[in-house]
């Protein structure tokens, strides 16, 4: 990684970055693989980029967040660079368009529109979003909840929309019984010998309730999981040590000095 002197050599503005993302995609003196790409092949890369830095976040590392931001960044020019090329608009389009935007749906700050707290400032957002999109007109709330969002977040989106006409648990406490009762048709389609397409859709309710207790115990379902995913690897690659150090590998151990591990792991500070 360059020192913070090195950056500070280096062409900090946004129109530098502008011009080398131009020489990679110049056709004759470019890269020859950027110059080859086209939204479809390049989206993948952006929602990893927007995942790594969502993990630069999760574990705090500030100078891992620098180059992750500096790489979704990338992935905005990339785009624009390429609408460019093809006359459907420029970056200076994609900055103007989420300027005004962001004004727009903030008249507490721009307009002088007086806003009683967070939560009502919420729904007003939500609201200046609605009347954009012409929900009413179209006459669906679900139109324009992306479909190349993870599952967890469009899931989240989905019950926010419907929530916003109403059909919605009153509290995160009401949701339980309907996880213990996805939980009890799971557990009756085990029992049939259900198909695994049976056995999937089970699973799948299971979930979706369980993301609505987070939402309304306003936990972000996708963050949470995040978190249980590292906080899994590291318990479990503790224990790998663990059993190392007494000549095992999991692979060998029995179940129960794997739990007993596991058990220890757990019981750690930080772990």
């Known amino acids: ?33 950027d110059a080859r790409q086209s939204f479809a092949s390049i989206a993948p890369y952006t929602i990893e980029e927007a995942y790594e830095v969502a993990d630069a976040i999760s574990r705090n590392d500030m100078a891992g967040l620098v180059d992750e931001l500096g790489d979704l960044l990338f992935q905005v020019v990339f785009h624009a660079q390429m609408a460019s090329e093809a006359g459907h608009f420029t970056f200076d389009d994609v900055v103007a368009a989420i300027v005004d935007k962001i004004v727009r749906r903030h008249p507490h700050v721009f307009a002088g529109e007086v806003v009683e707290d967070e939560q009502a400032q919420s729904a007003r957002w939500e609201a200046h979003k609605a009347a954009e999109r012409g929900d009413a007109a179209r006459g669906s709330l679900m139109d324009h909840v992306p479909r190349g969002l993870s599952p967890v977040k469009r899931a989240q989106k989905l019950q926010k929309r419907a929530a916003s006409a109403g059909f919605d648990w009153d509290r995160g406490e009401d949701v339980i019984p309907k996880i213990r009762e996805e ?56 224990m790998e040590e663990a059993l190392s150090a007494e000549g095992k590998s999991v692979a060998e151990a029995e179940r129960d000095v794997m739990e007993a591990a596991w058990s220890k792991a757990k019981s750690i500070a930080g772990l």
């Open 1 to 33: 990684m360059a020192t913070q002197s090195q950056r500070r050599e280096r062409n900090t503005s946004i129109d530098g970055l502008l011009d080398v993302m131009r020489r990679l995609r110049d056709p004759k003196d470019g890269c020859p693989w």
């Open 183 to 238: 939980l009890g048709e799971i557990t009756g389609a085990m029992s049939s010998g259900a198909p695994p397409a049976r056995l999937g859709e089970e699973v799948g309710d299971l979930l979706f309730s369980c993301i609505n207790l987070a939402r309304h115990l306003a936990v972000d379902a996708e963050m949470a999981l995040r978190m249980t995913n590292t906080k899994f690897e590291r318990r479990f690659r503790w």
